[in-house]
């Protein structure tokens, strides 16, 4: 799959911004957190289509093509059923899309667990599949050895600790983790992990703010948080529960917007004007010419 623009005419929706930027590269991302700081946090957002990367890109340092991609787009009660190729498909539209952000695609449940060489197989199908520049995977201490093998052998790892969507059925639900001192202590262990190991990045989700504080201020790689506190080193939100597209969002997330409603005004204007027939009027109707 190519992952460059072919087209180029005015009337192309994929016309590529009149004036590209640079994209970021992940060495540029790690670099940000110099002596246990960043010199500003790290935005990052999910995106899943190459129009949401070309709105999102000028604003974001990386655009994350999450597995939530699962319940976002595609319906699913969790991100257990998500493929590699649905990842494959969505991180290409979104490298399509974008020329400054670093793009980074998780890799789905069942993709990379099982072992070192699963897991490099899976990520190096990812990334030729798509241009993305990196893989992110969930999990600790137990993925240390599988991000060492990837980052040793040319794929960028960003981690993800404290609550991991893909372990629901173990975790029993999506309950912000880390309020008992073990389950504290082996979260803060886990990222210290990933960070020994490699991982560019870590993202922490869902956990109380204390843990987030001790692994930002513990571990070298820059951490990404969503659900964990304003002193990590960067933020991440799921675009759509920022946009207001749906009703019902987890408690940490701040909407921006009510895309919802606007969609649901706009597709209810149409409704109408094709009803009472005002909808083509002249402007959107082609007449012989005279
Ligand atoms: O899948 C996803 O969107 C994520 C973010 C919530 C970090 O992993």
């Given at each position: 799959m190519s992952t460059t623009f072919?087209?180029?005419?005015?009337?192309s929706r994929a016309n590529p911004t009149p004036a590209p930027m640079r994209r970021l590269t992940v060495p540029k991302i790690r670099a940000r957190k110099q002596d246990g700081a960043v010199d500003e946090p790290?935005?990052?957002?999910?995106?899943?289509?190459?129009?949401?990367?070309?709105?999102?890109?000028?604003?974001c340092d990386m655009l994350l093509v999450g597995d939530s991609l699962g319940q976002v787009i595609y319906g699913?009660?969790?991100?257990?059923?998500?493929?590699?190729?649905?990842?494959?498909?969505?991180?290409?539209?979104?490298?399509?899309?974008?020329y400054h952000s670093v793009v980074i695609v998780d890799m789905p449940f069942g993709s990379y667990e099982k072992s070192p060489e699963q897991a490099f197989e899976s990520a190096s199908q990812l990334l030729k599949a798509s241009g993305?520049?990196?893989?992110?995977?969930?999990?600790?201490?137990?993925?240390?050895e599988t991000i060492a093998f990837l980052s040793q052998r040319g794929i960028p790892v960003m981690g993800?600790?404290?609550?991991?969507?893909?372990?629901?059925?173990?975790?029993?639900?999506?309950?912000?983790?880390?309020?008992?001192?073990?389950?504290?202590?082996?979260?803060?262990?886990?990222a210290r992990a990933l960070d020994e190991a490699g991982a560019f990045a870590?993202?922490?989700?869902?956990?109380v703010e204390p843990i987030a504080v001790a692994i930002t201020?513990?571990?070298a790689a820059p951490t990404i948080g969503i659900g964990a506190s304003s002193?990590?080193?960067?933020?991440?939100?799921?675009?759509?529960?920022?946009l207001g597209m749906f009703e019902r969002v987890p408690r940490f997330v701040k909407k921006y917007g009510d895309i919802a409603s606007a969609i649901s005004d706009c597709a209810a204007q149409y409704a109408a004007d094709v009803r009472d027939r005002s909808f083509p009027g002249p402007d959107q109707t082609y007449q012989p010419k005279k």
């Open positions: 072919q087209l180029d005419t005015s009337t790290l935005v990052m957002l999910t995106a899943y289509t190459a129009r949401q990367a070309q709105l999102l890109d000028e604003h699913l009660p969790s991100t257990i059923p998500v493929t590699l190729d649905m990842m494959a498909n969505h991180a290409a539209a979104v490298v399509r899309g974008s993305a520049a990196a893989v992110k995977l969930e999990g600790g201490e137990a993925m240390a993800h600790v404290g609550l991991t969507p893909q372990a629901v059925n173990v975790l029993g639900g999506y309950a912000a983790r880390g309020r008992s001192d073990s389950e504290a202590d082996k979260i803060v262990g886990d870590i993202v922490i989700e869902g956990v201020e513990q571990v002193k990590c080193d960067g933020q991440v939100l799921v675009v759509d529960d920022m």
